[in-house]
């Protein structure tokens, strides 16, 4: 398999225009180490490739213990390094297929990576509209372990990191946004918003926010307010005053908004039950209890594919 290389799956699309969207268009990337819930991944990726009008892009480490080169002195004998690469290789193969049978009409391209796989993934990111990985992996030493690069790739990618898990039978035609500090929405918002234009869907934006009743009257705090009702009032509005301008610049989406009082993660944990795809945005700390445990209870506890989207 030449890395790199577009592969054309239907045979009636003209090559020369596969080779200029190859080279202009921002590709999804999708990660795979051969495992069900990677290829799932994978076939996630392929769809929303069709969604966006994108060529896909599939990409795999073999994961060399230190030291360990990918080469061998005798052509007799196979090696650790061997096994590994030819796992990475079917799984690349694997990929391409179950891609090429969810999309037929979209190009799709593979590519080798080298170096620490959590890493090596989540820089594949670089340029790309998207990177799309399974929610676990192997979980062998024949392969990536892509439930620990997966999480690593939320925390770190240069683009929106969508996670695959429980992805429904059926659409249901819900994008839910999750919104921690009102401030810092933009980039989750212009995704979310993005993706309902896409998917012809309606948005839900949640606020949720676990702020304890004792520091709703104490002195200088934000939420220095009579009663709990009281900040969810204000927070309404500032949610409202927010999504008005949004509201405006997408007429076709549909928007409903909530405010909750209690953990973030658990609120958006359940409204995954009726979503097709969660949005949570990536910043600094800006919200409590903190936007690396909101993110870490989403991951785990999802009912289905969630999008971590950097700051812009």
Request: charged residues 20%.
């Amino acid at each position: 398999m030449e890395e790199g290389r577009p592969i054309e799956p239907n045979p009636g699309a003209a090559g020369s225009d596969q080779e200029e969207l190859a080279m202009t268009a921002k590709p999804i990337v999708a990660a795979t180490d051969g495992s069900e819930p990677s290829l799932q991944a994978v076939e996630w990726a392929a769809r929303e490739a069709v969604l966006r009008g994108a060529p896909l892009r599939i990409v795999a480490v073999a994961a060399m213990p230190p030291r360990m080169a990918d080469r061998r002195e005798s052509p007799e004998i196979n090696t650790v390094a061997d096994v590994l690469t030819s796992n990475r290789d079917a799984a690349l193969s694997a990929a391409a297929g179950r891609a090429a049978a969810a999309a037929p009409d979209i190009l799709i391209m593979t590519d080798v990576l080298t170096g620490p796989p959590a890493q090596a993934i989540t820089d594949s990111g670089s340029g790309a509209l998207m990177l799309v990985v399974g929610s676990r992996g192997m979980g062998t030493f024949a392969a990536i372990v892509l439930g620990s690069v997966s999480r690593y790739a939320a925390s770190n990618a240069p683009c929106p990191a969508v996670v695959v898990r429980d992805e429904p039978e059926s659409p249901r035609g819900v994008v839910a946004v999750g919104l921690g500090d009102l401030d810092e929405g933009s980039a989750a918002l212009t995704f979310a918003f993005e993706e309902a234009v896409a998917r012809k869907a309606s948005l839900t934006v949640i606020h949720a926010f676990d702020t304890p009743p004792a520091d709703l009257t104490r002195p200088g705090k934000s939420f220095a307010m009579p009663s709990l009702r009281h900040a969810e009032e204000e927070a309404g509005k500032r949610l409202e005053e927010l999504l008005a301008d949004w509201r405006r610049k997408y007429p076709d989406v549909h928007v409903s908004q909530d405010v909750v009082h209690g953990h973030p993660g658990r609120a958006l944990v359940s409204l995954s039950e009726q979503a097709d795809l969660v949005v949570i945005g990536r910043h600094g700390n800006s919200g409590l209890p903190g936007p690396g445990a909101v993110r870490h209870a989403v991951l785990n506890h999802a009912h289905g594919p969630v999008a971590v989207v950097p700051s812009a």
